[in-house]
């Protein structure tokens, strides 16, 4: 943009290199730190998320720097003095500079979104981005490695409001959702009425619930402890408290659970929904506006709980 | 052509009711719907108070959560539909015939009818407050099947009176995008060839022609979802055999481009600004007009990142997520063609000048939220997040409201003939650039950890940045102060405008403040060169310096 192209003005030239090495400094530091901005890596996505983001947070704080320098700089050294009402030097454009700038930013997004394809693919082998009304062949064999077929699917049914889990191997169920460690599961995910979201976030993984369909949804649980599970997608008046917790535990751990929870009679599982909805019935006036009516809780062996501290 | 006589004579003073009533004038209808768009953003905004209070416990706890779901839909809603598309149409307005030198639109009682279609449905909205059940309660997407489940079973419910506002602001728009678009293809003054439109002009046709491609989807997906609540059509009932993932197909192909509707104007908006305060030409101006068109022609293949966890397959997230990323070229081009205006600019930091650098680093931070969002495995863990609504606050607030703000304050001379105070300006930027971060900063830690978005309870881990992202609403809600103040002091005594107080250069500057009722009547000047001749020493139109010094005498002998 200087009108003498010929002659380099040298200190400038190394005071922007040094400036342009410090703010890739502090930009590879902030992208480092998003990795402590998530819940815990919980499922074998979690680190290819984290990594995906890690590297698009040093990107994007490098570009926001270098923008805010710029207007900075601007604010600071290019301020009008004052009563100076003239015009500055017009300068209209410069071909070579708006190619290179519409060129970084091609192959800047072009990389990340090349990069984000090979996570999806990745994540689409680990399991979680395959749908069973798109079944073709290779999936209706597993389309896993051998060893790393799924052991067995459980049954997501979401209402309004409430998560039942189903094991039909054993035919347990609960409205926790207890799942091996280090084993692949896959879920039938489906809905009673309306569209819900099937949300963990320490495994970085969503899925919407819609009626009418049932999908397959594929996860490998890492790291033992106990997360939420929470609604994604608006569901009404209790999509807030529409909540469940997933154990994550030893293959040991679980299978004895199971067994214990095979030998339980049927009891009314979780629904804070259903709670909240009785006491609302007790205040007069109903508080409020119109809502649609619970479903009643699900008949589960193990109702759990939603209440206890959590990992993430 | 000879420099105008009849501007010399003045006109007579026109009284300020025939802002109440029918008008065909494109000003008055302008100023009509700036108004009507700030009495509604003061209603969405008391909504957005609730909402933060309610949010600033982990409990339900402020209000009923049936009511804090009716809230933050209405919220959404007139924001929308009732806040920033009419106060965009109202510059819309006030600036494209006066920008090309028209007299007025080219179908003035079509503009009339546009306009007050808003009163209308704005009156359905607010009138759901108060039929049994309440207002509409299913977000502003309405997904069915929640959006028709109609717990009281009554034909008139929040949720048919909310779909039946949003087809009439669908045709209102539609008609006022035919008026622009016509106008800015078929009255633009001798001389001025589209590369010598302003840039605001190339941007708003550009929006209006989004709209008139999209708008006809959501208004007749959302007349099938009426049909659907009321007389009970299976369009996208599950049971009925109908697919609610349509609806979203529907919905998102106008609703992601609606985002540029309100965003492209606002990029006219810097690219006219940021001249007039560097003192400088727009870096670019042709590549930044056919970037506006670039935005829309990808703008309508983008909508289905909006549906990444809605069970759609893996080719489609594939290849939205790279048509996604390719906006971020075009946008790109814009905010480096800014700086590059700024750059060795003379620059002034006045009010407006204060609110577009705001919002462009903003818009930068949004921008950069933006492409992580566009990322498939990303937007799996975060889509349906606070991480989302802090992104789109941050476009639509931190962005497209602060340029809106310079707008108003920049043009606010032309068309009330009064100057706006400065110090209230500055001010009212202070507190609007703080509370807006404040505001919806902490959004995107909220959302990367997990918390949803439209919940009226939360686990108390995410109290903390909850705590904040309130404080920053509550000042974003006392920011509007000073602006209300400064509008209504400067519009009754504020002091004189002069035909050009910025030393801006355009055609709407060579019109008295504020304009005659015809603009230019017979007397427009024949455009010579581009717009933003800053510097350059040319004359925008053919007897410029004739037109001034009558303008300069018209002024002396007020």
Request: with cysteine.
């Amino acid at each position: 943009m200087t009108a003498s192209p010929s002659s380099i003005n040298r200190p400038a030239v190394i005071a922007v290199s040094l400036w342009v090495g410090v703010l890739i400094v502090i930009s590879r530091w902030v992208g480092l730190q998003s990795y402590h901005w998530f819940p815990v890596q919980a499922s074998n996505a979690a680190p290819l998320v984290d990594g995906l983001f890690s590297f698009e947070t040093t990107i994007g704080t490098f570009v926001f720097l270098a923008v805010a320098s710029v207007m900075g700089w601007v604010i600071v050294r290019h301020r009008a003095e004052k009563y100076d009402a003239s015009d500055a030097e017009p300068i209209e454009g410069n071909t070579k500079l708006e190619i290179i700038w519409t060129a970084i930013p091609f192959v800047l997004v072009m990389a990340i979104a090349v990069y984000a394809m090979k996570v999806n693919t990745s994540l689409g082998v680990l399991g979680p981005m395959e749908h069973i009304h798109l079944a073709d062949a290779k999936e209706q064999q597993g389309g896993y490695p051998g060893d790393r077929l799924p052991s067995e699917t459980i049954e997501v049914v979401a209402r309004q409001w409430s998560w039942e889990f189903r094991y039909p191997d054993t035919g347990v169920s609960s409205t926790e959702l207890h799942l091996p460690l280090d084993q692949p599961v896959t879920f039938r995910l489906v809905s009673e009425d309306v569209l819900h979201g099937f949300y963990i976030p320490a495994f970085r993984l969503k899925q919407d619930v819609i009626p009418g369909r049932a999908i397959n949804f594929n996860l490998t649980p890492i790291r033992v402890g106990r997360y939420r599970l929470r609604d994604s997608q608006f569901s009404g008046t209790w999509f807030a408290a529409n909540q469940a917790d997933v154990v994550v535990e030893s293959v040991e751990a679980y299978q004895a659970w199971l067994k214990q929870a095979a030998g339980l009679p049927l009891q009314p599982g979780i629904s804070d929904a259903v709670e909240e909805y009785e006491l609302r019935l007790k205040q007069s006036p109903t508080p409020g506006w119109a809502t649609v009516k619970p479903a009643p809780p699900p008949q589960v062996n193990v109702p759990g709980s939603n209440a206890l501290p959590h990992d993430a | 052509m000879t420099p105008t006589p009849s501007l010399a004579q003045g006109h007579p003073q026109l009284s300020w009711t025939r802002y109440l009533g029918f008008s065909t004038d494109a000003k008055v209808i302008g100023i009509q719907y700036i108004v009507l768009a700030f009495f509604f953003f003061l209603i969405g905004g008391f909504l957005a108070m609730i909402i933060r209070g309610e949010l600033l416990t982990p409990p339900a706890d402020l209000v009923d959560r049936t009511v804090y779901n009716g809230l933050y839909t209405m919220h959404g809603t007139i924001m929308l539909f009732l806040f920033i598309f009419p106060v965009l149409n109202g510059l819309n307005n006030l600036l494209i015939p006066t920008m090309i030198g028209a007299p007025d639109m080219a179908f003035p009682r079509l503009n009339t009818a546009a306009f007050w279609l808003v009163p209308v449905f704005g009156s359905l909205l607010i009138a759901s407050f108060f039929v049994p059940g309440g207002p509409a309660y299913s977000g502003w997407w309405s997904y069915p099947p929640v959006s028709i489940q109609n717990p009281l079973g009554n034909l008139i419910s929040g949720q048919s009176l909310w779909l039946l506002a949003v087809a009439l602001s669908g045709v209102s728009s539609i008609m006022g995008a035919i008026n622009f678009v016509t106008t800015i293809l078929r009255m633009r003054a001798p001389g001025m060839t589209l590369f010598r439109m302003p840039v605001f002009c190339w941007t708003a046709l550009a929006a209006q022609s989004l709209q008139l491609i999209g708008l006809p989807a959501l208004t007749g997906g959302a007349v099938m979802l009426l049909f659907d609540l009321t007389v009970g059509t299976s369009f996208y009932r599950p049971e009925g055999g109908g697919d609610p993932v349509l609806y979203q197909h529907f919905f998102w192909f106008y609703s992601h481009p609606a985002v540029y509707v309100i965003i492209l104007p606002v990029f006219g908006i810097f690219s006219e600004l940021f001249p007039v305060y560097s003192r400088k030409p727009l870096f670019g101006y042709v590549y930044v007009c056919l970037a506006s068109f670039i935005i829309v022609g990808l703008g309508l293949i983008v909508w289905v990142h909006h549906m990444f966890p809605s069970g759609v397959t893996m080719w489609m997230r594939n290849l939205f997520m790279f048509t996604t990323m390719l906006i971020a070229v075009p946008t790109g081009v814009k905010v480096f063609a800014w700086l590059g205006t700024l750059w060795r600019g003379k620059i002034q930091l006045t009010t407006p000048m204060l609110f577009c650098l705001g919002g462009l680093i903003n818009f930068v931070f949004a921008g950069i939220t933006g492409v992580m969002l566009a990322t498939v495995p990303i937007d799996i863990h975060v889509s349906n997040t606070y991480f989302v609504v802090g992104h789109f606050h941050y476009v639509i607030y931190g962005a497209a409201v602060m340029g809106i703000f310079a707008a108003i304050y920049h043009w606010f001379p032309k068309f009330t003939g009064r100057m706006p105070y400065e110090g209230l300006g500055k001010l009212h930027f202070v507190l609007t650039f703080i509370g807006a971060n404040l505001n919806f900063l902490p959004m995107h830690p909220l959302g990367l950890m997990g918390m949803p978005r439209r919940v009226s309870s939360y686990d108390p881990e995410f109290a903390f940045w909850n705590v904040l992202a309130s404080l920053g609403a509550f000042l974003l809600g006392v920011s509007i102060i000073p602006f209300l103040l400064n509008m209504i002091s400067s519009w009754a005594r504020g002091p004189k405008a002069t035909h050009n107080p910025w030393n801006a250069i355009g055609l709407e500057w060579l019109l008295p403040s504020p304009p005659p009722v015809e603009n230019f009547e017979e007397h427009v000047p024949t455009v010579i060169s581009r717009p933003y001749g800053y510097g350059t020493g040319l004359p925008l139109v053919e007897h410029q310096d004739e037109i001034e010094r009558q303008l300069t005498l018209q002024e002396a002998s007020a």
